[in-house]
């Protein structure tokens, strides 16, 4: 937890001193109370005197007006130091993911990522205003009490005795329940992590789920998930609701024990007051374990929830920029990419991906990449902008490696257009602004109709101010490609890549968008995945893999002629004479 104390900046940390001074004042006012009650008893009732139970009773009015007082600014201040702090977490985790590559991203589930970004905060930002209102106080109190409760206990070692058993008893509770309970908190965190992700999958895949009348299957695999997330809940809390009753028992126990010894004192060594103060001492003792039991219940939790946190924000990125980048106005002019002796494996894994991947793409020129299901066609093109970093070899633009230059400036250059279309909520054109917020309206307009999505976007009622819900789902697969298409043209980068953009698309539109998209990208370098032959049928070059490696290079005629894999899956589509 002290780790994460470093993100507090100078306004939180001044916060947190204030509180501590106005819970060291509250402290100091609640020990003084039993004092002046003392005073009354002995000084006013005890000697009938009517002035010194109303200047005492005075002095505790005032006392408990600033008792009251510091505890409504620690409140505040508590809140409102815990919230930034939250805060504060939140933007640290959404910057560190943003810089994740896909390599980290395997690492995390979307549906862990979501939970630590809220649950965990949440517990976290519990915890902390439990520690700067009770943690910072109850041990100031407590010291206090048993220094007060010594001092008091001089002649009446009794009462020391008593102070002392209660406090060991208290201890060794709230070990055992620590030690029962941190286990079963980092398990409950998973739990939820899991629940997340099953109710995701439903919520996401409820068309699938309806198609194929699997409700009740799936209603079964939720409540499985939500059972044991309440079976472990309720474990934990049975757990820890044995924490009050225990405590109340200890405390009463106390209260009894020193009224009982008292009663055979006052007569003897002592007197009513000392006897009333050394309660009110040994009744502070208590509440102040109990205010850092209180604590303690949140702490295995928040415990959890830190380290997890931790584990997101210390996460060492494998994709990262260079300490001395090349200078962006050196970088990108024309676009010419090449892979030099290329290698690629996952993290973890045995073997290779992609091996001795060379080819050179040219501007002005469409490169394209065909092979079966598994061939590492998208992975390859995941290099080129840095989605994971090759293993051996290099890849090159203008003759710079990649590598030497910023993520930023590297993707500057680059129109990505992945396999599955994504859209933002807002509007259409704030979707197709996503590559250039400062692009004129003629640009989105002629992007929108090289993309052949104009003709849609004209009939809908708002034009380009029509409406987009969350993931695009008010419009359809082949409508979210052609936005998607639109948005990467509007960019007007250096260097296209389409990742097999074009499958959702039927065979005329597909045809008058790769006309359309000749002309308009005449300048760039284009590199499109493909599984329909056609799609990549004109292109300059293309590029055929098999199991990771390049088994042809070359035109559409010359690979009928020369490599079999390609001409395997040219035949598969399409008869000798349409491929002629």
């Known amino acids: 937890m002290h780790k994460l104390l470093r993100y507090l900046n100078k ?22 109370l039993p004092d002046y009650m003392s005073k009354i008893v002995s000084e006013g009732i005890g000697q009938n005197n009517l002035d010194n139970i109303y200047k005492y009773g005075a002095i505790m009015l005032l006392i408990s007006l600033m008792i009251t007082a510091c505890a409504i600014m620690v409140g505040f201040l508590a809140a409102r130091t815990a919230a930034q702090l939250s805060r504060t977490l939140r933007i640290k985790i959404f910057s560190k993911v943003e810089s994740f590559s896909n390599t980290e991203f395997d690492k995390f589930s979307t549906a862990s990522l979501i939970t ?19 943690i ?34 208290l201890l060794v509770m709230l070990f055992t329940l620590l030690k029962l309970t941190i286990p079963k908190f980092k398990i409950i965190q998973k739990l939820i992590d899991r629940l997340n992700l099953v109710t995701r999958e439903q919520l996401t895949g409820l068309m699938v789920i309806r198609a194929f009348n699997t409700e009740a299957h799936e209603r079964e695999r939720f409540d499985d998930a939500n059972t044991v997330l309440t079976n472990n809940n309720l474990s934990v809390f049975r757990t820890m609701a044995l924490m009050h009753p225990i405590m109340s028992l200890i405390m009463n126990g106390v209260s009894v024990a020193v009224i009982w010894v008292g009663a055979y004192l006052i007569s003897d060594v002592t007197d009513l007051a000392n006897v009333m103060a050394f309660m009110q001492y040994a009744m502070h003792i208590i509440m102040s374990f109990l205010f850092i039991s209180m604590a303690f219940m949140q702490w295995p939790r928040a415990s959890v929830s830190t380290e997890r946190i931790r584990e997101i924000i210390e996460t060492e990125i494998i994709v990262k920029d260079p300490e001395n980048p090349v200078s962006s106005e050196d970088f990108g002019k024309t676009g010419v990419i090449e892979f030099k002796n290329v290698c690629f494996k996952y993290t973890g894994a045995d073997e290779y991906t992609l ?25 390859l093109i995941n290099l080129v902008p840095r989605f994971y970093d090759v293993s051996e070899g290099s890849i090159t633009i203008d003759g710079i490696d990649i590598r030497n230059v910023t993520q930023k400036d590297l993707r500057n250059i680059i129109g990505y257009i992945p396999q599955k279309g994504i859209l933002f909520t807002g509007d259409i054109n704030s979707n197709l602004k996503y590559s250039d917020e400062n692009a004129q309206n003629e640009d989105i307009l002629k992007a929108a109709e090289v993309a052949q999505a104009l003709d849609f976007i004209e009939k809908m009622p708002d034009k380009l101010n029509s409406e987009i819900a969350q993931g695009g789902s008010n419009v359809s697969g082949g409508q979210k490609q052609r936005l998607s298409i639109a948005r990467a043209l509007v960019k007007k980068p250096q260097i296209y ?11 005329k539109t597909d045809a008058k968008l790769r006309k359309a998209l000749k002309e308009y990208t005449q300048n760039a370098t284009v590199l499109i995945v493909a599984q329909r032959i056609n799609t990549i049928m004109n292109a300059e070059q293309i590029v055929v893999l098999d199991e990771g490696k390049v088994v042809g290079i070359g035109t559409h005629k010359q690979l009928l002629k020369e490599c079999e894999v390609y001409r395997d899956i040219a035949l598969s589509q399409l008869s000798k004479e349409e491929l002629q």
């Not at 306004?11 to 003084?32: H, P, R, T």
């Open 497 to 507: 890549i389409f990742d097999d953009s074009f499958s959702t698309l039927d065979f």
């Open 11 to 32: 306004k939180q940390i001044f916060s947190c001193i204030a509180v501590i001074v106005l819970l060291f004042i509250q402290a100091n006012g609640e020990l003084a």
């Open 355 to 379: 091996e001795n991947i060379s080819f050179t793409a040219k501007p002005g020129e469409t490169t394209a990449f065909i092979g079966s299901t598994g061939s590492g066609k998208s992975t």
């Open 136 to 169: 910072f106080f109850a041990p100031v109190m407590g010291a206090g009490g048993i220094v007060r409760a010594i001092t008091k206990s001089r002649e009446m070692p009794q009462m020391t005795v008593i102070i002392i058993i209660g406090v060991i008893t």
């Open 116 to 134: 630590r970004s809220t649950n965990d905060i949440q517990q976290i930002q519990m915890f902390f205003v439990m520690l700067l209102r009770m």
